[in-house]
């Protein structure tokens, strides 16, 4: 059994030293079948719950500070709390993971569908419901095999479906797939496109999902990553799961890191105990920079997080000081970029992305963020003017006003913004684009008016030429 | 006049905008609660008749709730108390500034040939709110310039702004979901489904309501520019509901309607046989002149000579004449031609309806409903007879929205599925002459047991709902052109005996169907609905015996004891339903005066042809199905020697020696509430004051008993087994003179065609499009077979004045069903 490697099974996850909560069965070739499952009590944990009062389970959760994987990072007890009184009500998962960089969720669907079946039984039964869709991405053909095919032997193994286990518990999991957008991540736009219409996101307020989501019924929407913790948490109870991670941020959590380090890959990693410099550089995890370069920044949320540069390297892996520090962890999507990096391609790719998949709702994202790739394609082209860089500023200041979170610049004594940007859009996917623009600029201003100046003075040695 | 003294007095949210204390109404958006404080905030895709989306963030404002200052779309946001809300703040006009300075980057900047430029949304936000200059120096986005998304509407992509509002108002409100956003991002575009057109009776509103100059309709492109147009508001004569409209014209033409948004009526919505009706208005083939047949043919003459062949064709025994129609004319119109033939003339053969409405007493002893009170949420609203997505489309919008968003539950007893069957509670589609003992088990709340075909369960379902919920509301129209108006009568006379406190709307749909009935022009009553010998000051008689409906009248023709028929804007020729009484009416009558402004197949008949003016060319007003009474405005002349309808009364009654009384429309109004009580009461300058429009008190025969002698309960027996029941109605688009002379809307319509139940199909072997043999009597065609949802088995569905059959021919007012035989056409 290969141990602090690359698993040729799960690609991408690297099983280094360490705890392992939802992580625990990718090293088996079989990780995904019924019959693992059951060896390596995957539906434990749900048993446990079963036999417990349903409110007994919500208040384990809360004790053991759950924090919602997806993103925000809000307790996932907490959360469960919100829902009124009104039935029917129900359970979503969120496995439309398009976060750039972040792949963790879909190792977690492709590699361990049942633990995150039981986790949603688990969360079904502890909030009083009995119809569970989960939601996964278009694009992941192997996770939605895996899951339809786990989710089959779930039910003939009376796991699932009428009567689970032989109790008079009846809930019902439903695969639903994505036709493939990125927005439909955004939780209310996942809602719009499971009721079969365009994925485009509600205004929150009024259209909160746990008092109006779902055909206008209380609807929870979780995580994958944060359903698949359930098992083991049911399973061991809070006060051991707390002895993972931080005091604040307790438990593990699936990092996918990405782009110029040695060892790239998918780690669970304990939640706060680790910086980003031991995460780079430590031998149980990325083990450098490729080649013995610099590292020049990186992104450690996810592409919509404002970028970190060498000044931040070391902070711990934990929602608060990165977000103080002007940028946030997210999805756990870390992508990390050598002194050989081109910020201005850089921000272009990223900035494209977030072009090519805005829904076309909000005017400033649909149209800005279009613009903003304009502009940086055609700096990168040689047709860029002097008044670009402030510009891109600008357009991004008309999707996001005010300051944008941005890392401190020590050398230049320029202090951090704190997340989260402010918006003039339904959902955050506008103000994502403006992140690399905002956080390349500031930092690497210079290489924006190099190739700007270059194309200025080839433009003029044309025109004496005539 | 209403109570709604309560609700104005709950206590407001308070509020405070741009530094000055307000209060909101309970629930109020901040965009609405800012606009009637005198604060108008931008905004696109925000439109008071339609759900938020929060799409274009032109509203953004700043708003403080406690936790500091951020900018929130107003038009998705509930003022909540104690609200801080600046809208002339720097962060606010920063954004503004800026969603401008964005909508436009892709937006053409073709206004000088664009026909929304002048009055256009985008225009003045830009200009009022806007950064002034674009920095935007990329390409625009591309696509093909207009595209006909429908037979009337142009889409120009590059134009849009992607405000959701056409796609917003063909989901919500019409319920014709054929335009929606395709693509992603920056490409996203409105487009209808491959092969779909955006064919929906609505499609107008689309442009009505674009923000930009998108959507154009084919009528109207480049025809005028905003600033040249001179508009009055008026009501729209096309059918009952009486929906306010704004007439436009530029140099004396009219070139576009708009509607107008009545809280009462129609909420801005308007069908497009509506909107685009003026077109019949500027036809070329309007009459000009008056007209006569001295020598075989109809020539032009001067006014006099025709005058005075018409008085010496209705220089006859009151018994000798039938007049036919009125419906199309003004109250005032319609006053003045009752008070000429019933207050001069002794007349009383006379009927505004053509056989395809229901008996006058009955419909106006029933106690009255506003469309308010019919669209109440918690209500039941029971449909009889008609589908008003058909016969009163801007009613169907109003009872959609009762259905689908404020949770009205509906009931619906017709002949078929209608527009609104998806969304019915209940839905007892009844078999041709079996309205009446229906209703009866309904009314009785016997209903344990299945009757004429309608299962107990389905009679259940119905009876609870009119047990439980209130109010009830009963609509009611003819809903079988096949089948005589005693079935409705008697479901009249049982949903009021068992319901007693319902109350009903009329949907009669010729245009100013109740403004005739009301001024008398029907056989035994005078108006105001009072009874034939009551004595009316300045009338110097009235008739002495009740008169002949529409089919007595032509019956008595045929017998040769009528041998003058006066037309008043209507054609029977085409419209009665029974056509070969129609036609034996005609060949055997000496005289046929019409009065029109078409030479219809009717009017080519007559000896004289009295050439009239249409709403938009005359002044008056219109008793829409509520008996609310709106202002009917004159833009423009009318053509040629043309004269309002009440004019041509009062000269053939001058010619003829008499005198009306009246030479203007004020003196005929001042009349009206001198002589008619239901009348009495009304304000004449509220009337014509931009409003909902006052109703007309109730007539001493609101509320009496109903005239049942035409009640029908019997169930009359099928004549043979190959006969299947005629189902006849009318489709919106026909070929009814005014759409048919209405150059864009004369295409639309569709070919008839045999609809059949999914049992009948079956049994004959059918599917959807083949073609089927219709036979009634001698009449035989080849009519494509359409699989009818809700059509009962042993019913045959064949709409009225389609082009390929004409049921007409089939239809024989005698009998109280009429059948014909469908077969297989032999290979």
Redesign the interface.
Known sequence: MPTNAYVPHAQGYVDNEGPKVVSSRFIHDDSHTLERALATDAYEGMKIALGMAPHEVAALVKDAVLLGRGGAGFPAGIKWGFMPPVWPRYLVVNGDESEPGTYKDRLLMENDPHQLIAGCVITCYALGLNQCFLYVRGEMALAQERIAVALNEAYEAGLVGKNINGTDVSIDVVLHWGAG?YIVGEETALIESLEGN?GMPR?KP?FFPAAKGLYMKPTIVNNVETLANLGWLLQNGPESYKTYGSETSPGTRMLAISGHVNRPGVYEVEQGKVTFRDLFYGDNYCQGIRDGNELKAFIPGGGSAPWFFPDQLDLPLEARPVGAAGSMLGSGAIVVMDDTTDAVKATLRLVRFY??????????C??????EE??LQ?ILDGHGRPQDID?LL??G???S??PYPVASFDSQSLEAIPFPP?Q???CPLGPSSVAPITSAIRRFRHEFEEKIEAAVAARNAGDQDD | MTDTAPTEATTGVPFTLNGKDLEAKDGELLIEAAERNGVHIPRFCYHPRMES??????C?VEVDTGRGP??Q?SC?L?VTPNMLVNTESE?TK??Q???L???L??HPLDCPVCDKGGECPLQDNAFAFGPGES??V?EKRHYEKPIPISDLVFLDRERC??CDRCTRFADDVAGDPLI??I??????QVNTFPGLPFSSYFSGNTVQICPVGALTSKPYRFTARPWDLAENESTSTVDSTGARIVLQSSQDKLVRILGVDSDAVNWSWLSDKERFAYEATNAESRLHDPMMDTSGALESVRWNAALGAAVNALALAPSKIGVIGGARMSVESQYAWAKMLKGLAGIDNIDAQLGDGIDAEAIMSLPRATIDEAAQPGGVIVLVGIDPKEDLPTLYLRLRHAVVKDGASLIEMTPRATGLSEFASARIHTQPGSLGVIAQSLGTGMVGTSVAGVSARQLTDASKLLKSKRPVTVIVGRGNLAERDGYTVAALKSLRSGFPEAKFLSALRRGNIHGALEMGLTPGLLPGGQPLDTEIDGWITTPAERGLDTEGILRSAVKGEISTLLLLGSDPLTDYPDRNLVREAFDAVTNVVSVDAFLTESSQRANVVLPTTLAGESAGTFLNLENRLSPIRSKVTGPGQTRDDWMIAADIAAVAGGDLGFSTVSEIREEISALIPTFADIDWSEVDAAGDGPLIASSPLVGSDLRTSGADYSVPVPSGDYGLRLVVDRKMWDLGTMVNESASQSQLHTEAYAGLASADATRLGVFDGDKVAVTAGDHQASLAVKVIAGLPAGSVHIPFRLPGFDPGEAISASFPVNEVAVEVESS
């Open positions: 957008a365009r205004l009024p072009a090519r998949e805005s829904c076309g709702k909000c005017t400033p649909r149209e800005g963020t279009a613009w304009k502009v055609r510009l600008e357009i200041n008309n999707i006003p005010g402010k003039t859009t339904i | 989306v929060g799409m274009c963030r032109m953004l951020g900018l779309p998705m509930t962060s920063a954004a500034d800026g969603v300075e964005l909508t980057i892709n920095r935007f990329e702004i992607l929606h956003f693509d992603r991002g920056n490409q996203t």
